[in-house]
């Protein structure tokens, strides 16, 4: 299972793109939103661009993937305000029968609890961890997971002349009592 944090964000009118690329790169990457206990932060400067600052978040996922699904990187260049913040997650279910990967998308109400807060709320954060920690339970193998019912829906996805069937979780809350 990976989960990245990220946001959503209208294109902007090309008018405006020009403006809003001047402010944010002289805007500071935030301090709050550094080091969480969902991903590590590190700050570089750049030497060409005016010492301009730029944070890159490489997220935390507990070894539960493969190395080539490591490296999920979020990086925060321009200093662009999102909009709305989501989590986007894709889970591996395994029902012995077969293997799918299903994306959440609607991950607030999966979890009940707003994104946006979450990169600001050490709790929030502690309560995704016990969330995903109760999903994959850390020194378990995969086989002794717990189960989890959902709701999941196929959609086609065409790429070029490449047309592939992804899934998706929707309308699926965890229980309360498990919160």
């Known amino acids: 299972m990976s989960a990245t944090i990220g946001y959503r964000q209208e294109v902007p009118h090309e008018g405006d ?17 550094q080091n969480t206990s969902l991903y590590d932060s590190k700050i570089w ?3 060409d661009q005016g010492e301009r600052k730029v ?10 993937l493969p190395f ?16 709305q913040y989501v989590f986007v997650m894709t889970f591996t279910l395994d029902d012995g029968t077969g293997v799918l ?4 998308m609607d991950s607030e109400k999966f979890f009940q609890i707003p994104a946006s807060e979450v990169l600001l ?5 502690q309560s995704i961890d016990m969330i995903m920690d109760m999903f994959c339970p850390p020194e378990v193998k995969i086989d002794a ?23 998706q979780i929707f309308d699926t809350t965890v229980a309360e009592d498990l919160i």
């Open 17 to 33: 793109l020009d403006k809003i690329l001047q402010e944010g790169a002289t805007k500071t990457p935030d301090i709050k939103l």
């Open 45 to 47: 400067t750049t030497k």
């Open 55 to 64: 944070a890159v978040h490489f997220v935390k996922n507990n070894d539960i």
């Open 68 to 83: 080539s699904n490591n490296c999920l990187i979020l990086i925060e260049v321009l200093g662009i305000v999102p909009l």
């Open 101 to 104: 990967e299903a994306y959440l």
């Open 121 to 125: 709320n050490d709790n929030l954060q």
């Open 145 to 167: 997971y717990p189960w989890l019912e959902c709701f999941i829906k196929s959609y086609n996805v065409t790429s070029g002349t490449e047309q592939q069937i992804c899934y």
